[in-house]
């Protein structure tokens, strides 16, 4: 086989896996999505939460077809209510899991996940699923994808926004879509509520050292800035100052016990009069003894675990599981 062959034989193999990759190996498609966000003021538990609805109507392509709904949520993610109605009816028995996620039974932070099976019997039947959730600090409220596991056919998300709020929305990767963007003014709420509507958006695919999803599929970055609720004033991410506050915040308090570490310290060091060998014997000692278990439990996965909770627990340290 020539060079030139060999080249035009490697490069249609290319395109014919980059083909694979993409097409979508389903009989089911997200005929309408529907996703509704909405800031609110919670007086009862004094804080700003966003109330989210996200509804998303199936249709099957062939008999049989059981596709499995799931929904990511975690500790400032609660999940309020689910329907579902197959053909117009609730299906008999219908109780979604809730579980911790995991990839091959090893679990790496809190996020958990509901799900289900969707049973679609028969050709052209209709799913139809929504999920009712709140998530309760504005600063963890960061982005929302038009796409899905499914390819989607047609699209709506709205946002309403009092004028109490203060929110920065960044689009991205709409250049390739049929996307249109249209702003309301809600003078019961005095809030602006702005939707975007698409059409044909393809399922979201992974590909072995492909680009993350925020790279090719469209979607937008919500920046909460701050709040003035009556005369309550929330300040959540208006400068890069505030991150770092807020961050600050989290890791003031990681030092612990300075007693407990002298203690240890005093006792891996004993005998010792060289600075270095001192340092050498701490370090050693670290290296041996401190295991780190990645496992990030809500807030802990933002601040670190106190160096006397690391003594305590038989040197090693945890995320711990929620309670």
């Given at each position: 086989?020539?060079?030139?062959?060999?080249i035009?034989?490697?490069?249609?193999?290319?395109?014919?896996?980059?083909?694979?990759?993409?097409?979508?190996?389903?009989?089911?498609?997200?005929?309408?999505?529907?996703?509704?966000?909405?800031?609110?003021w919670?007086?009862?538990?004094?804080?700003?939460?966003i109330?989210?609805?996200?509804?998303?109507?199936?249709?099957?392509?062939?008999?049989?077809v059981?596709?499995?709904?799931?929904?990511?949520?975690?500790?400032?993610?609660?999940?309020?209510?689910?329907t579902?109605?197959?053909?117009?009816?609730?299906?008999?028995?219908?109780?979604p899991?809730?579980?911790?996620?995991?990839?091959?039974d090893?679990?790496?932070?809190?996020?958990?996940?509901?799900?289900?099976?969707?049973?679609?019997?028969?050709?052209?039947?209709?799913?139809?699923?929504?999920?009712?959730?709140t998530?309760?600090?504005?600063?963890?409220?960061?982005?929302?994808?038009?796409a899905?596991?499914?390819p989607?056919?047609?699209?709506?998300?709205?946002?309403?926004?009092?004028?109490?709020?203060?929110?920065?929305?960044?689009e991205?990767?709409?250049?390739?879509?049929?996307?249109?963007?249209?702003?309301?003014?809600?003078?019961?709420?005095?809030?602006?509520?702005?939707?975007?509507?698409?059409?044909?958006?393809?399922a979201?695919?992974?590909?072995?050292?492909g680009?993350?999803?925020?790279?090719?599929?469209?979607?937008?970055l919500?920046?909460?800035?701050?709040?003035?609720?009556?005369?309550?004033?929330?300040?959540?991410?208006?400068?890069?100052?505030?991150?770092?506050?807020?961050?600050?915040?989290?890791?003031?308090?990681?030092?612990?016990?300075?007693?407990?570490?002298?203690?240890?310290?005093?006792?891996?060091?004993?005998?010792?009069?060289?600075?270095?060998?001192?340092?050498?014997?701490?370090?050693?000692?670290?290296?041996?003894?401190?295991?780190?278990?990645?496992?990030?439990?809500?807030?802990?996965?933002?601040?670190?675990?106190?160096?006397?909770?690391v003594?305590?627990?038989?040197?090693?340290?945890v995320?711990?599981?929620?309670?």
């Amino acid at each position: 086989m020539t060079i030139k062959l060999l080249i035009t034989y490697t490069l249609c193999v290319l395109c014919t896996m980059r083909l694979s990759a993409l097409e979508v190996d389903s009989a089911v498609t997200i005929t309408s999505l529907k996703n509704e966000f909405r800031f609110n003021w919670n007086s009862k538990d004094n804080r700003v939460e966003i109330i989210q609805k996200l509804n998303n109507i199936y249709t099957s392509s062939a008999y049989q077809v059981n596709y499995t709904v799931s929904e990511f949520y975690n500790n400032n993610i609660s999940i309020d209510d689910i329907t579902c109605k197959v053909d117009g009816r609730t299906p008999r028995g219908f109780k979604p899991e809730y579980t911790y996620y995991s990839n091959n039974d090893i679990f790496y932070s809190d996020e958990r996940l509901c799900y289900f099976t969707l049973d679609l019997a028969k050709k052209g039947s209709i799913g139809n699923v929504t999920f009712e959730e709140t998530v309760n600090d504005p600063r963890y409220f960061t982005n929302i994808y038009f796409a899905d596991n499914l390819p989607v056919q047609q699209g709506e998300v709205s946002i309403e926004i009092p004028r109490w709020m203060k929110v920065d929305i960044k689009e991205f990767n709409f250049n390739d879509f049929n996307i249109k963007k249209s702003t309301v003014y809600n003078s019961s709420n005095d809030a602006d509520i702005i939707t975007y509507k698409f059409t044909n958006i393809p399922a979201m695919k992974k590909e072995l050292h492909g680009p993350g999803p925020t790279y090719v599929y469209p979607h937008l970055l919500i920046m909460c800035k701050s709040a003035i609720v009556g005369s309550k004033q929330f300040t959540y991410f208006n400068t890069l100052a505030d991150l770092y506050a807020w961050y600050h915040e989290l890791v003031k308090d990681v030092a612990g016990d300075p007693a407990l570490l002298r203690t240890k310290s005093n006792e891996l060091t004993a005998g010792l009069t060289n600075d270095l060998d001192k340092i050498k014997a701490i370090f050693y000692y670290v290296q041996d003894n401190i295991r780190y278990i990645a496992f990030e439990d809500g807030i802990a996965g933002f601040k670190p675990e106190k160096a006397d909770e690391v003594l305590r627990k038989n040197m090693v340290t945890v995320r711990e599981w929620p309670t």
